[in-house]
């Protein structure tokens, strides 16, 4: 059974970082694109970011690039997702994801596995 658990969310000021992890278990993940998306109140989820399980490779929506920062710990069956200079339409859930396959795609449909989300809150 997959799971993906979420944490490090919270309330931050614009300006600030958070460093959001996602723990992976159930499987190992060699062969997996691992994901992160978001979902603010009224819109639809969107794609962040995401990397290549092997190969580190990675992909970020034009809007985080330059700020954010996905990485993974193979050993620790960890992802990560570092976020600085952070603005208030950063403001959403965030989910971790897993899709079975060898290129990155950014349509939330394509992922086969979902974290429960953590809440991470920009103030201005």
């Known amino acids: 059974q997959v799971q993906l658990v979420e944490s490090g969310g919270g309330l931050v000021q614009a300006g600030g970082s958070l460093r959001l992890s996602c723990a992976a278990s159930?499987?190992?993940?060699?062969?997996?694109?691992m994901g992160w998306f978001r979902q603010a109140p009224g819109k639809e989820r969107e794609f962040v970011a995401a990397?290549?399980?092997?190969?580190?490779?990675?992909s970020y929506a034009n809007s985080v690039k330059g700020r954010f920062t996905i990485s993974r710990d193979n050993a620790e069956n960890t992802m990560y997702l570092q976020m600085n200079s952070l603005k208030p339409e950063d403001t959403a859930v965030y989910y971790c994801?897993?899709?079975?396959?060898?290129?990155?795609?950014?349509?939330?449909?394509?992922?086969?596995?979902w974290g429960q989300g953590t809440q991470v809150t920009v103030s201005s």
């Open positions: 159930g499987r190992t993940f060699s062969g997996y694109i």
């Open positions: 994801a897993a899709d079975r396959a060898v290129v990155i795609v950014t349509t939330p449909n394509a992922y086969d596995y």
């Open positions: 990397v290549r399980w092997s190969g580190g490779s990675t």
